[in-house]
């Protein structure tokens, strides 16, 4: 086992001396089918509050942020017309 798998905060440190973004690989929902948390292509996971923060200051790539109508804030996959890899086709964990 490296460092890197013993210790997700030396991988989220080299990914950021790296400049290497993550990505969300999955996710967990509530009984609504809501996202409530995400996990990250470096292992680590995220609840809902903590991946916005993330996506906003840009450590998460494939991602964005949107004002909702009811002023809210919500994470979306950025457009490029596949629907396949939509937040919603993310695999759980």
């Known amino acids: 086992m ?5 210790n997700p905060s030396v991988k989220e440190r080299f990914c ?3 400049h290497q973004r993550e990505r969300f690989t999955a996710a967990k929902r509530n009984g609504d089918g809501d996202l ?3 996990q990250t292509s470096s292992g680590r996971v995220l609840d809902y509050q903590q991946a916005l923060q993330e996506v906003q200051s840009g450590s998460i790539e494939g991602v964005n942020v949107f004002k909702g109508k009811d002023g ?4 979306r996959g950025d457009a ?7 937040l919603d086709q ?3 964990f």
């Open 80 to 86: 490029d017309g596949d629907p396949t890899n939509n």
């Open 72 to 75: 809210e804030m919500y994470i």
């Open 90 to 92: 993310l695999p759980s």
């Open 36 to 38: 409530t948390e995400f």
């Open 2 to 6: 490296s460092l890197m798998e013993a």
């Open 16 to 18: 950021v001396m790296n």
